[in-house]
């Protein structure tokens, strides 16, 4: 069995062992806890399988579930189920995801990359037909054309380690989610000319954040320290962030129907 598999799934398991119970404790509370038949696959089993698809990188969930873990994983998780299982319980499990992901946020350094990336749904021609995000996915224009589908905005730190993130609609301004996404950040933030606004330079200094940006051709240049003229160019480092998401991590295939 390969080694990654098992530290993450241990890794995956000491989470659930910690959040399930509050998170049972507090539905509860509200009055949300239903009573439902649990599955035979424990939820962190359907973390583990889930976020290892983005780890061994197959192009679709369903080639990676039916040709992969069906076939080379039933010794690691032997109460598999069909797939039409699987993607009912990948639904039970966002919120845990997201809160897996908060508590891995990356280390504060005061130096902050802040950029923007389209996600698909579907080709543009289909956005018509396409019912599978409705009312959520939007058609927007970008720098490479039209696209109808999402932005995830993401802020990293020097290190590349992730800072913030938030997906909205794809015709969602930039500068909007900005203000919500470095609630707990303090330091400086470059971004790029996607994100000069004067009233937006003047929210983010109230929160303890300098915005750092590009200039536009049309606009007179101002004084800047070398070292922030050099961080600026680092900029491209979110670039590479963004790309292995898409490329790599396969955060974007399109849904058909």
């Not at 021609?125 to 109808?148: C, D, M, N, P, Y």
């Not at 909205?168 to 609630?183: C, E, H, I, Q």
């Not at 303090?186 to 109230?206: A, N, R």
């Given at each position: 069995?390969?080694n990654?598999?098992?530290?993450?799934?241990?890794?995956?398991?000491?989470?659930?062992?910690?959040?399930?119970?509050?998170?049972?404790?507090?539905?509860?509370?509200?009055?949300?806890?239903?009573?439902?038949?649990?599955?035979?696959?424990?939820?962190?089993?359907?973390m583990?399988?889930?976020?290892?698809?983005?780890?061994?990188?197959?192009?679709?969930?369903?080639?990676?579930?039916?040709?992969?873990?069906?076939?080379?994983?039933?010794?690691?998780?032997?109460?598999?189920?069909?797939?039409?299982?699987?993607v009912?319980?990948?639904?039970?499990?966002?919120?845990?995801?997201?809160?897996?992901?908060?508590s891995?946020?990356?280390?504060?350094?005061?130096?902050?990359?802040?950029?923007?990336?389209?996600?698909?749904?579907?080709h543009?021609?289909?956005?018509?037909?396409?019912?599978?995000?409705?009312?959520?996915?939007?058609?927007?224009?970008?720098?490479?054309?039209?696209?109808?589908?999402?932005?995830?905005?993401?802020?990293?730190?020097?290190?590349?380690?992730?800072?913030?993130?938030?997906l909205?609609?794809?015709?969602?301004?930039?500068?909007?989610?900005?203000?919500?996404?470095?609630?707990h950040?303090?330091?400086?933030?470059?971004?790029?000319?996607?994100?000069?606004?004067?009233?937006?330079?003047?929210?983010?200094?109230?929160?303890?954040?300098?915005?750092?940006?590009k200039?536009?051709?049309?606009?007179?240049?101002?004084?800047?320290?070398l070292?922030?003229?050099?961080?600026?160019?680092?900029?491209?480092?979110?670039?590479?962030?963004?790309?292995?998401?898409?490329?790599?991590?396969?955060?974007?295939?399109?849904?058909?129907?």
């Open positions: 069995m390969d990654t598999l098992v530290e993450l799934f241990c890794f995956i398991d000491d989470f659930c062992k910690i959040f399930y119970p509050k998170w049972e404790k507090h539905l509860i509370e509200i009055g949300l806890k239903k009573r439902c038949t649990p599955s035979r696959l424990m939820p962190s089993e359907v583990t399988i889930f976020i290892y698809f983005h780890i061994i990188r197959f192009r679709d969930f369903k080639t990676y579930y039916m040709r992969y873990v069906l076939v080379y994983l039933r010794k690691a998780f032997p109460e598999l189920v069909s797939y039409s299982h699987i009912n319980l990948l639904k039970t499990i966002l919120v845990p995801l997201c809160a897996l992901l908060q891995l946020k990356g280390e504060q350094t005061g130096i902050h990359f802040v950029d923007s990336t389209i996600i698909k749904s579907c543009i021609k289909r956005e018509k037909q396409h019912k599978v995000f409705l009312g959520l996915a939007k058609k927007a224009k970008s720098t490479i054309g039209w696209f109808f589908g999402f932005k995830l905005h993401l802020i990293i730190n020097d290190k590349g380690e992730l800072m913030a993130f938030k909205t609609a794809g015709n969602v301004d930039d500068r909007r989610p900005v203000p919500d996404l470095v609630k950040l303090v330091g400086k933030l470059f971004g790029d000319k996607g994100y000069i606004s004067q009233k937006l330079f003047e929210t983010l200094m109230k929160q303890g954040i300098q915005l750092i940006t200039l536009k051709s049309n606009m007179k240049n101002k004084l800047m320290f070292a922030d003229r050099l961080l600026l160019r680092k900029r491209s480092l979110i670039e590479t962030v963004n790309d292995q998401l898409k490329n790599i991590s396969q955060i974007e295939h399109t849904r058909h129907r």
